[in-house]
T-cell receptor
Framework: ETGVTQTPRHLVMGMTNKKSLKCEQH?????MYWYKQSAKKPLELMFV???????ENNSVPSRFSPECPNSSHLFLHLHTLQPEDSALYLC?????????????FGPGTRLTVT | EDKVVQSPLSLVVHEGDTVTLNCSYE??????LLWYKQEKKAPTFLFML??SGIEKKSGRLSSILDKKELFSILNITATQTGDSAVYLC????????????WGAGTKLIIKP
């Protein structure tokens, strides 16, 4: 498989559930990102990992918990979410320290919180 | 607060028409402006602009940046149904370590 993959592609969960989103990149990159995309709103950067170290946490609520076990894998653990957390969650990767446009995006996970 | 504003939010035209999408920004320490196309899910890179007045062109798409007036436009000529997508504008600022500030996007629908 090539590029950036994300699983699952669709997820419906209740507010009391715990679930995880997975992202995997096959590009040899060493920086990975989680974005949230809500309808009619700009992409929101949530977390950035460079060389497995978290370098950005843009005031994201603690009900979202990222994990980066290695440079190829990134997880987003979800628990006690709210309906307003329903959105498209995009993962991206790039070479750390390169220009921003060289981010490659995965297809996203469409999350619905009921 | 840094921000990027795109207009219009949505646009419906007929095949063959020419469209112009707008992106204005207010940021400190501008580095570059980028255009992405998002079909269905994953955004894909179109252009990066760093200098005023220099047009970037790829087929029927072109873009230009005005650093004095703080905006960019994306033109698409002879539109085709395959151009239907959300077009995203993002700005890179120097002190944010290659991170991007995104606009909300323009949803373009091309009718046959």
């Amino acid at each position: 498989e090539t590029g950036v993959t994300q699983t699952p592609r669709h997820l419906v969960m209740g507010m009391t559930n715990k679930k995880s989103l997975k992202c995997e990149q096959h590009l040899g990159h060493n920086a990975m990102y989680w974005y949230k995309q809500s309808a009619k709103k700009p992409l929101e950067l949530m977390f950035v990992y460079n060389f497995k170290e978290q370098t950005e946490n843009n005031s994201v609520p603690s009900r979202f918990s990222p994990e980066c076990p290695n440079s190829s894998h990134l997880f987003l653990h979800l628990h006690t979410l709210q309906p307003e957390d329903s959105a498209l969650y995009l993962c991206a990767s790039s070479q750390a320290g390169t220009v921003a446009y060289e981010q490659y995006f995965g297809p996203g996970t469409r999350l619905t919180v009921t | 607060e840094d921000k990027v504003v795109q207009s219009p939010l949505s646009l419906v035209v007929h095949e063959g028409d020419t469209v112009t999408l707008n992106c204005s920004y207010e940021v400190t320490n501008f580095r570059s402006l980028l255009w992405y196309k998002q079909e269905k899910k994953a955004p894909t890179f179109l252009f990066m602009l760093t200098s005023s007045g220099i047009e970037k062109k790829s087929g029927r798409l072109s873009s230009i940046l005005d650093k004095k007036e703080l905006f960019s436009i994306l033109n698409i000529t002879a539109t085709q149904t395959g151009d239907s997508a959300v077009y995203l504008c993002a700005v890179e600022v120097k002190q944010r370590n290659y991170q991007l500030i995104w606009g909300a996007g323009t949803k373009l629908i091309i009718k046959p």
